[in-house]
């Protein structure tokens, strides 16, 4: 579905990515691993259309243009950005029907408006509420529904556990799998590589700019250089 190849990214003359590969197959959960400042949220917005880079990015076989993030959008590639990006001086109701924005069956997007607040009843709840005034996790869900809210194929979710307590972070990673379920393919940004690997199909681990590790989810969960980097010490059991 996804094909990355020799990604590069530069900001001036810092060389933030460097000659990144990385598949997607259709209805996987591909996580992105990486300790702060490894080139995660670059390579994202890059796949999003939100960068200029060298190499090359396919999607469904189409080479996709750098900074066409427009074109990504319609095409099926919703990023959820690090941070969440909700506008947290607007209502919430305001906030998701920016999700439709790129639809054009405006009928069908109402619909699913209302289809969102029967799968997060909590929106629903607080629809009028300005977005700011939400939890951290309901904020969450809220960049999650309304990046859903474009369609996507591909959703890109840049460390969407960033700042949540732990219960609420299991939360999110539920929502995550359950998406998945419903057939749609994600990239996953985390830190949290634990969690991240229980989800996840298959794993990259980044590190300045670099894929210094990849492969089967579980095996990345069991390999000891990974667990040293990233686990905590003791591997799984
Ligand atoms: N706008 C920018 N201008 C200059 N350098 C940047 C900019 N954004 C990121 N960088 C640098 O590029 C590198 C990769 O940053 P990036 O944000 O992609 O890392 P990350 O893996 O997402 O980290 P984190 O886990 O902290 O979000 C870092 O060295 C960072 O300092
Ligand atoms: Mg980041």
New binding site residues.
């Given amino acids: 579905m996804l094909k990355v190849r020799g990604l590069e990214?530069f900001?001036?003359p810092?060389r933030?990515?460097r000659g990144v590969d990385l598949d997607i197959e259709a209805g996987e959960i591909i996580a992105l691993i990486?300790?702060?400042?490894?080139?995660?949220?670059?390579?994202v917005?890059a796949i999003a259309g939100l960068a200029t880079y060298k190499g090359s990015i396919s999607y469904d076989g189409t080479t996709l243009t750098p900074n066409s993030a427009e074109f990504n959008l319609r095409a099926g590639l919703a990023m959820v950005p690090?941070g969440r990006g909700i506008l947290g001086r607007m209502t919430v109701e305001d906030n998701l029907s920016m999700g439709t924005y790129c639809r054009k069956d405006r009928a069908q997007a109402a619909k699913d408006v209302v289809e969102m607040y029967e799968r997060f009843p909590i929106l629903s709840a607080r629809r009028h509420s300005l977005a700011n005034l939400l939890s951290g996790g309901e904020q969450q869900m809220l960049a999650i529904a309304r990046a859903l809210l474009s369609r996507p194929r591909l959703l890109l979710l840049?460390?969407p556990s960033l700042g949540l307590a732990p219960k609420t972070t299991t939360a999110v990673f539920e929502l995550i799998s359950s998406l998945r379920r419903d057939g749609l393919t994600v990239l996953l940004?985390e830190?949290k590589a634990r969690q991240t690997l229980k989800i996840a199909d298959r794993a990259y681990l980044?590190e300045?700019?670099r894929v210094v590790m990849s492969g089967q989810a579980q095996n990345l969960a069991n390999d000891s250089l990974m667990s040293q980097a990233f686990l905590g010490g003791a591997t799984t059991p």
């Fill in positions: 990214v900001y001036g810092i933030a990515v990486g300790a702060n400042g490894a080139g995660k949220t670059t390579t917005r690090e840049d460390e940004v830190q980044l300045t700019g």
